[in-house]
């Protein structure tokens, strides 16, 4: 199969499976679910799901679990959809860039606080700022914002 329509297709079966589990999958444990992709094996019989769950750690594995167990029932709407000699067997991975993302940002963010704080800061009686010790204005923003 050509890469184009290996694209396709992982495209196709990206919109089915985002699709039912929005607005078919009744199953509890399957909540707050994002498809962030889809890649195909070049014989199609597998393809890996690539999912993204808010929540804690036991929510997104709990959300795993009701998608493996949903997984039969996504194939046949994959196989309703797409014209293909084999259905591909699905698995789900959890995508972890938004958590690392948010771990970078936070990390970044501590080091920033941390260079600040390295040179001792002085409050200025008149109005109450803190500017640094050495009478400078304190940094412009670097423009990397802080998430809480």
Do not use: C, W
């Not at 329509?5 to 985002?18: D, F, W």
């Not at 993204?52 to 679990?65: F, I, P, T």
């Not at 039969?72 to 860039?97: C, H, M, V, W």
């Amino acid at each position: 199969m050509t890469s184009r329509r290996m694209l396709k297709a992982a495209e196709a079966i990206r919109e089915v499976v985002a699709s039912a589990i929005l607005t078919e999958i009744r199953d509890p444990r399957v909540k707050d679910v994002t498809v962030i992709g889809v890649e195909v094996t070049p014989d199609m019989r597998e393809a890996t799901v690539s999912i993204s769950v808010m929540g804690d750690e036991a929510q997104k594995q709990l959300s795993l679990r009701g998608l493996q167990n949903s997984a039969g029932f996504l194939q046949s709407k994959i196989a309703n959809r797409i014209d293909t000699r084999y259905t591909p067997r699905l698995q789900f991975e959890l995508n972890r860039g938004m958590e690392n993302a948010m771990v970078v940002g936070e990390l970044l963010g501590k080091i920033r606080r941390e260079q600040q704080g390295d040179s001792p800061a002085a409050i200025d009686e008149h109005d109450g700022e803190v500017t640094p010790a050495d009478g400078d204005p304190p940094a412009a923003d670097s423009g990397v914002t802080e998430s809480s």
